[in-house]
């Protein structure tokens, strides 16, 4: 297990940018796998984005591609989701996720408590 602590939220008008970041404490996520998963209000938890440890990066959709860059940096412990030209549809928490191997079905076994993203229009 790793702990996972996300920052970087808040409230944003449409058309905006946030970068969220997320550290690890006591482990090193170089030995990880890392994601990014966000769930809207009455929604369930779904995938964003992950990076593999050696930098390969997957995302949802081609839609989210296109706005949303997940980055590592393994010096600082630290994962990012770059998301541009926010849409009031991203309103969610955001979950970061650690693991051996994340994929759309199959989170990682570690999670963050979540960083609030809103975004008025």
């Known amino acids: 297990q790793v702990q996972l602590v996300e920052s970087g939220g808040g409230l944003v008008q449409a058309g905006g940018s946030l970068r969220l970041s997320c550290t690890a404490s006591?482990?090193?996520?170089?030995?990880?796998?890392m994601g990014w998963f966000r769930q809207a209000p009455g929604k369930e938890r779904d995938f964003v984005a992950a990076?593999?440890?050696?930098?390969?990066?997957?995302y949802d959709a081609d839609s989210v591609k296109e706005r949303f860059t997940i980055s590592r940096d393994n010096a600082k412990n630290t994962v990012y989701l770059r998301i541009n030209n926010l849409k009031p549809e991203d309103t969610a928490v955001y979950y970061c996720?650690?693991?051996?191997?994340?994929?759309?079905?199959?989170?990682?076994?570690?999670w963050g408590q979540g960083t609030q993203v809103t975004v008025s229009s």
């Open positions: 006591e482990r090193t996520i170089s030995s990880y796998a």
């Open positions: 996720n650690a693991g051996v191997l994340i994929s759309k079905k199959s989170p990682g076994g570690s």
């Open positions: 990076i593999t440890r050696s930098g390969g990066s997957t």
